[in-house]
């Protein structure tokens, strides 16, 4: 299908998805500058009201990036609302969002119509991230204009099917913009995204291995270092099945191996100072595609090789 204009400033098919804690401004400017996606999720600016100040800061030095650079302008940026009931700041972040015009808002944990009437009145765009094909057609009832398909292996809350079968079910009635995640690490594995029929890729993982990332340097080398056999795929931290490093777990004087279930109703997605929150600090998400992010380096050092590698990939096939 033909992708609404905005994606038209991309320099690769990717969209950065948001990383909790890790995703902030220094990250996401970085990723719209070397041309893809940059997203974060609202809840990482805290208190609230640095919320407007972010926003401020991403829409100015974009918009400076743009007219230094007229041959190559900085793709969108996104913004990631939790919309499940226990997020009680979402109204005060949608006003934020609005006065700024966010152009793309990426919802989760939920498909609220009222949320994309919201964004589609200040000519914004929504996608909504969803695990299996009942629940992308629950959004873009909803009004969604796109989903994101989160497919085993993903980072941070993913799902449990196989990106061939999932693409493959969502593309036999919606011909709206389909982007997968799982695993994607690679400019090879872009392509294969594609030619599955998704039309743009999220990649979170390797950017927490990036210099502008909000993380630890634990946390980096854990990305470095790690190897799709150390995630675990697990509900107890937020009541919602996720991918986390082993290592952390372990830290944490966890079983990996021997882990009880976690109860949504009693998670708040670290919206508290709780231990619910604190638990999201010392447990690092990850997805299975990290055995391919090899050092710690700028984002766009690894957006150069991400291009490099998905441009030789096409060159082969052809």
Not at 104 to 124: D, F, K, P, R, Y
Not at 265 to 279: N, P
């Amino acid at each position: 299908m033909t992708l609404p204009a905005l994606f038209g400033r991309l320099r690769l098919p990717v969209i950065g998805s948001p990383l909790f804690i890790v995703s902030t401004p220094e990250l996401v400017i970085a990723q719209c500058k070397a041309g893809i996606v940059g997203s974060f999720p609202a809840l990482n600016a805290r208190p609230q009201a640095l919320l407007d100040e972010w926003l401020h800061r991403i829409t100015e030095e974009l918009g400076e990036w743009d007219r230094a650079n007229p041959g190559r302008p900085a793709a969108p940026f996104a913004v990631n609302q939790i919309v499940h009931r226990s997020n009680t700041r979402l109204e005060q972040d949608m006003a934020a969002c609005a006065k700024w015009r966010v152009p793309i808002v990426i919802t989760s944990l939920g498909a609220i119509a009222e949320v994309n009437q919201g964004v589609h009145q200040w000519g914004g765009l929504t996608l909504h991230d969803i695990i299996n094909d009942r629940f992308a057609r629950k959004a873009v009832s909803k009004g969604a204009d796109g989903v994101i398909a989160v497919a085993a292996g993903a980072g941070g809350h993913a799902g449990r099917l196989s990106p061939f079968a999932l693409v493959q079910e969502i593309r036999e009635w919606f011909t709206g913009p389909l982007i997968l995640s799982g695993a994607i690490a690679t400019g090879r594995s872009i392509l294969a995204a594609l030619a599955m029929g998704a039309d743009l890729a999220y990649i979170g993982s390797p950017f927490i291995a990036t210099e502008e990332a909000n993380a630890s340097h634990q946390y980096k080398e854990g990305i470095v270092e790690g190897r799709a056999d150390d995630i675990v795929y697990s509900s107890l931290f937020t009541g919602v099945h996720g991918n986390y490093l082993r290592q952390s777990i372990e830290a944490a004087g966890l079983d990996p191996h021997n882990l009880p279930e976690g109860d949504l109703k009693t998670m708040d997605f670290g919206t508290g100072d709780g231990s619910k929150a604190k638990a999201w600090r010392d447990i690092w998400g990850s997805g299975q595609g990290i055995g391919a992010v090899k050092r710690i380096a700028p984002a766009m050092a690894y957006i150069d090789r991400l291009t490099q590698d998905y441009e030789a990939a096409k060159r082969e096939l052809c």
